[in-house]
T-cell receptor, first 112, second 115 residues
Framework: GNSVTQMEGPVTLSEEAFLTINCTYT??????LFWYVQYPGEGLQLLLK?????DKGSNKGFEATYRKETTSFHLEKGSVQVSDSAVYFC???????????FGKGTTLSVSS | GAVVSQHPSRVICKSGTSVKIECRSL??????MFWYRQFPKQSLMLMAT?????????EQGVEKDKFLINHASLTLSTLTVTSAHPEDSSFYIC???????????FGQGTRLTVV
């Protein structure tokens, strides 16, 4: 069945450091891929998504590219801020709006 | 974006009692709602999918008689954990979509502790 593997955290960075959180997936067909973020005490928010191969999702300085050849959707940001401290979840679904399969989540802590 | 409100955010109950968790879409009509569960250091796992006015579809291994889901209106779905046990202690989170192929919006989750 479909699955998502996400690098385990926690990830601890200094402000303005480069961030990469790895995510790979196993799926039949052509799933849609997502990154969600959960700030302390809040629900999950969609950070970015990509619905087909080679698509790049981007939002708030974060980027991820749908790589079918490597079945990956790594999250990157060039310069993190303290306010980026949160838990990040990689996820996939058969298509947008259907049930999601999540990775375990990666906790990011950014210090000033 | 659209707002989904989940209530309560935290609840502690005694073994053997039942607990109801509400998931409301505040500013849109949700044709489909999803219920997920997260154990510590684990992924969010889909429990069930509910469509307004019809019975929920449960994932394999989820007891439908224990986790009662009611999606009585386009803005409200409820999850009732019946005869709760300590092993039911977990983080429960709902999401809602307006229609297929549109984004799912998540509630803030409910931390259930059964003592």
């Amino acid at each position: 069945g479909n699955s998502v593997t996400q690098m385990e955290g926690p990830v601890t960075l200094s402000e303005e450091a480069f961030l990469t959180i790895n995510c790979t997936y196993t799926a039949t067909g052509y799933p849609s891929l997502f990154w969600y973020v959960q700030y302390p005490g809040e629900g999950l928010q969609l950070l970015l998504k990509a619905t087909k191969a080679d698509d790049k999702g981007s939002n708030k300085g974060f980027e991820a590219t749908y790589r079918k050849e490597t079945t990956s959707f790594h999250l990157e940001k060039g310069s993190v801020q303290v306010s980026d401290s949160a838990v990040y979840f990689c996820a996939l679904s058969d298509r947008v709006g259907t049930a999601l399969i999540f990775g375990k989540g990666t906790t990011l802590s950014v210090s000033s | 974006g659209a707002v989904v409100s989940q209530h309560p955010s935290r609840v502690i109950c005694k073994s053997g009692t039942s607990v109801k968790i509400e998931c409301r879409s505040l500013d849109f009509q949700a044709t489909t709602m999803f219920w997920y569960r997260q154990f510590p250091k684990q992924s969010l796992m889909l429990m069930a999918t509910s469509n307004e006015g019809s019975k929920a579809t449960y994932e394999q291994g989820v007891e439908k008689d224990k986790f009662l889901i009611n999606h009585a209106s386009l803005t409200l779905s409820t999850l009732t954990v019946t005869s709760a046990h300590p092993e039911d202690s977990s983080f429960y989170i709902c999401s809602a979509t307006k229609t297929v192929n549109t984004e799912a919006f998540f509630g803030q989750g409910t931390r259930l502790t059964v003592v």
